[in-house]
């Protein structure tokens, strides 16, 4: 026995694998590639290209391990033994891009291609370089030339489509992504990559398929669910948007995308804290994802705790100055505390960010309209729909802004235009039947305010200024009015006050007394209270009232401009 053991000792020794073996094998691991190759450097048995090798095998491990400077060292001393060791210089290339340096990166490659013209690896990591400069055009005609040099080329299709996918160019994407499935029916990754390029178009159920078949050649694929979740999302298939996500952060609890997404659900569903939870795992995991910072700012402020929002916007734009969404919505928070000078100063500064953001315009226009700066508002609204001739929501607040301006012929007009942009707006509907109101036409009003009834939930005010037009035209309406009213939700609080005064329960003394001593309440009381004096014939009581609506309303309130349209005309 002992005999055998000594044969066996001797015939493992044997056939162990050399320094210089273990540093050339591909399936070694890097700590072992690491060691091996450190001794046949070290052995100095080894010189010219052979030793240039073995630096070149170290500094891919090295490369494995993000130890990029320690690459780069070995990838160089390759170069100093070898000058024209073309793919040494290709590799240092692809550590500078591990370290974010494209232009050092590019340099490399282009050393490379100066030795090797032919190399279609060159120009596809130099076009991956020039993608991380944002230079798709660039990496677009790199991609091209490593192309022709290997027709069956799939990464470089891929590469090519995620060019053109970063130019929104998505349907070239999309055929490049299907080329290199064709040559490639086992990419996961193309699928995936195919997947987001129909996500970004909209085409979520192509998406899914998309997704589906990745995770079928992958079922570890971590971006993969997190991508169709997604997909589900906008579909409002939360409960599936929620097992993905979910499904990702078992595979991987670090990563931070599922757990904002898995928020962006619960936040939806008006599950805020659910939802902070979840921002907030995000942030532990990741202090500087900027993205956390926001949504969680947004789910603070659905909370109305704009303090909270407000330092989680402020951290957020911190660690990213020019993010619009930050910026934008601290604006957005400030509008609710009132803060209008640092509203109006977060929305210049999210237009000097970007000048075709017609959202900020839409926003400080807004901030405009509570401070009563009207035709700066107008000129705001003006600027966003120049951006987007299709934004209904600044064709509406600009016909707010000019009915504010006492231009009612121009006020409907963009209503108008609005509601034929989107027939369903609710909203538009609303605001020119109010117009038409204060231009003397009570059944267009009535007409477009019971349009708006029926495209969107109704509320006591609606359901009050319907009533008020109905009078105007002489109708006697208090079925219809009591009908309205018992669709509602009930409720005890204001303004159920005056929905009592029309129909005929309470008193004008008994609504002022209501509203007590909030000027906001006052503010509708007064108006509310004149509009029904009207109808009762007391037009002098009536015009008192509105003068008083007039003081204490809000600047961008439609009682506002609707007491000041009944004092023109009185």
Not at 16 to 29: E, F, R
Not at 196 to 207: I, K, N, R
Not at 267 to 288: F, G, M, V
Not at 484 to 494: C, D, H, Q, R
Request: aromatic share 12%; hydrophobic share 40%.
């Amino acid at each position: 026995m002992a005999i055998l053991a000594a044969l066996l000792l001797i015939a493992a020794a044997a056939s162990a694998a050399s320094p210089a073996d273990v540093c050339a094998d591909p399936n070694a691991s890097d700590a072992d590639t690491i060691t091996a190759c450190t001794q046949v450097i070290a052995s100095k048995q080894y010189s010219g290209h052979d030793l240039a090798v073995f630096y070149y095998d170290r500094g891919i491990a090295y490369d494995d391990e993000e130890q990029y400077d320690a690459a780069i060292a070995d990838y160089s001393q390759a170069i100093l033994i070898d000058p024209n060791y073309a793919h040494a210089y290709i590799n240092r290339g692809n550590a500078y891009r591990g370290k974010s340096q494209p232009d050092q990166a590019i340099a490399d490659y282009n050393r490379a291609l100066a030795i090797d013209p032919s190399d279609p690896l060159a120009y596809n990591d130099r076009g991956l370089a020039h993608d991380d400069k944002g230079e798709y055009d660039a990496a677009i005609a790199d991609y091209n030339h490593a192309i022709v040099l290997r027709p069956q080329y799939a990464l470089a299709y891929n590469n090519r489509g995620l060019a053109y996918a970063a130019q929104e160019h998505y349907d070239k994407a999309i055929a490049d992504y299907t080329q290199a499935i064709a040559i490639d029916p086992k990419d996961a990754v193309a699928y995936s990559n195919r997947a987001l390029a129909y996500y970004d178009t909209d085409e979520y159920d192509s998406a899914i398929a998309d997704y589906n078949r990745a995770l079928a050649l992958d079922p570890n694929y971590v971006m993969a669910y997190n991508g169709r979740g997604n997909a589900y999302y906008e579909k409002k298939q939360y409960d599936d948007a929620l097992a993905d996500y979910t499904a990702a952060i078992k595979l991987d609890p670090d990563y931070i995308y599922a757990y904002n997404n898995r928020g962006n659900v619960y936040r939806t569903e008006t599950l805020y804290d659910a939802a902070i939870a979840e921002y907030s795992h995000a942030i532990k995991i990741e202090p500087d994802y900027a993205r956390a910072y926001v949504n969680r700012g947004i789910a603070y402020q659905d909370k109305g705790d704009y303090d909270a929002a407000i330092a989680d916007y402020t951290q957020a734009m911190k660690l990213d100055p020019k993010d619009p969404y930050a910026i934008n919505d601290r604006g957005l928070a400030y509008v609710h505390e009132n803060q209008y000078d640092a509203a109006l100063a977060d929305f210049a500064q999210a237009i000097a960010v970007d000048p075709q953001d017609g959202f900020a315009y839409d926003n400080r226009g807004d901030a405009y309209m509570h401070l009563g700066r009207y035709q700066d508002a107008f000129a705001d609204y003006s600027k966003a729909i120049a951006i987007d001739p299709k934004d209904v929501d600044a064709i509406v607040h600009r016909g707010d802004a000019a009915k504010s301006l006492g231009k009612y012929d121009a006020a409907i007009t963009d209503y108008t235009q609005a509601i034929g942009i989107d027939p369903n707006d609710s909203l538009a509907f609303f605001a020119r039947g109010v117009a038409y109101l204060a231009t003397g036409r009570p059944s267009d009003a009535a007409s477009d305010l019971t349009q708006a009834l029926h495209l969107a939930p109704a509320s006591y005010y609606d359901v009050l200024w319907l009533h008020i037009a109905r009078m105007k035209t002489g109708s006697d309406d208090g079925a219809e009015l009591a009908a309205n009213v018992g669709k509602l939700v009930p409720t005890t609080g204001w303004p159920m006050p005056l929905v009592q005064l029309y129909l005929g329960k309470s008193t004008p003394d008994a609504v002022l007394a209501e509203a007590g001593t909030d000027a906001r309440m006052q503010c509708e009381a007064s108006f509310y209270i004149g509009e029904w004096q009207i109808a009762q014939k007391q037009a002098d009581a009536a015009r008192a009232l509105f003068q008083q609506a007039v003081k204490l309303c809000p600047k961008d309130y439609t009682e506002l401009f609707a007491a000041q349209a009944e004092l023109a005309h009185s």
